[in-house]
């Protein structure tokens, strides 16, 4: 509705903000002006940036990290636009993509993972040439650059990030020290991965079968190994405050697991299967990405806030910036990373290639 407001004479910073939208222009007045001032909020185009899942929040809760076109995003969490590209010196034309990321827990180091086929010729005898590329964040410049012979699908870090895990979907794998790259040893889980994540030198890893398996970077050993779920483990998150953990299953059903005990502490169940799924930074509300192309907002104790039914992918990712702000993003094959408000898509700020 309209408003009259009386300002002194000189230059005043006006702000206009609804909901999460915000602007601030200047206006300088004289004795005896009058402004008539009439403010739209209309969707902008902005220039495109090729994003897709995996979806990483950092551990300050200050930046999430995405994989694009020209390498891996840092997104400020206060304005939701990328701001850092990690990318490959030796592949300035990014013919070949990255496919997995991690970052460290201090956040000073991010490790990438890219197969090589577009160049594969210069490898001829490599079978599975695999680059692994880990950046100082603070510089932004690569202090490894190493190529493997290997078939890895994920990555880690361990050991407050003095040595990277890579590991195959069969379970078998090697540890590198994240500054040489030098093999520190095999390491073999002895089952079918579907997911990896590290956190505070754990790393849990999702199987095939269901099955949730903590190994210890300390020891370089497997600690535990719980039967979660009856069908493949498609995702695994960690709560904001690092005291749950979300595991998303085939078997449609989300776990919501006491990380001190991995006891459950509640199960949510979908209408297909679970993708990806995420608690809010309060643990208020659970968001539950699925097969169908829909998002689930529920609250913790279950019931459905909304939908997000648009989706024009699979959304094999998804993270709460805010309680109200979810990001959903596709996989490499269909890029595309949203940022939606209460189930409204914010066109203001995606900035993806449709």
């Known amino acids: 509705m309209p408003k009259t407001v009386e300002l002194d004479e000189g230059p005043h910073k006006i702000t206009v903000e609804k909901d999460v939208y915000k602007d601030t222009f200047t206006l300088n007045f004289k004795k005896g002006d009058e402004f008539y001032i009439k403010y739209s909020l209309e969707d902008v185009q902005l220039p495109p940036v090729q994003a897709y899942g995996p979806i990483v929040i950092t551990k300050d809760y200050k930046q999430f990290v995405s994989l694009g076109k020209a390498g891996i995003y840092f997104w400020n969490l206060d304005d939701l636009k990328p701001h850092i590209s990690l990318w490959d010196p030796e592949d300035v034309r990014n013919f070949d993509k990255f496919t997995n990321f991690a970052v460290s827990d201090d956040g000073k180091l991010t490790v990438g993972l890219k197969p090589i086929k577009t160049l594969a010729y210069k490898y001829k005898d490599v079978k599975n040439p695999v680059k692994v590329l880990v950046w100082d964040n603070t510089t932004s410049m690569p202090i490894l650059n190493k190529l ?182 596709s996989s490499v094959e269909t890029p595309d990373l949203d940022i939606w408000y209460n189930g409204k898509l914010l066109r203001k700020w995606v900035q993806t290639i449709e």
């Open 148 to 329: 493997y012979d290997l078939n890895i699908s994920y990555v880690a870090f361990g050991k407050n990030g003095s040595n990277v895990y890579l590991f195959g979907k069969d379970g078998k794998g090697f540890v590198i020290d994240s500054k040489t790259g030098n093999k520190v040893k095999d390491i073999s889980i002895g089952e079918g991965i579907s997911v990896v994540k590290g956190y505070s030198n754990k790393i849990y890893i999702g199987s095939e079968s269901g099955k949730l398996i903590v190994f210890d970077t300390n020891s370089d050993s497997v600690a535990t190994t719980n039967q979660v779920h009856n069908a493949r483990i498609n995702d695994i998150q960690i709560s904001k405050d690092g005291s749950y953990l979300i595991t998303a299953s085939n078997d449609k059903t989300v776990k919501v697991l006491k990380l001190n005990d991995l006891s459950v502490a509640k199960t949510f169940s979908s209408s297909s299967a679970v993708l990806s799924a995420n608690l809010s930074p309060s643990n208020g509300k659970v968001a539950i990405a699925k097969a169908d192309k829909t998002v689930d907002v529920l609250s913790f104790d279950g019931n459905k806030l909304y939908t997000i039914t648009n989706l024009t992918n699979l959304p094999i990712s998804v993270a709460f910036t805010s309680e109200d702000i979810v990001l959903t993003a």
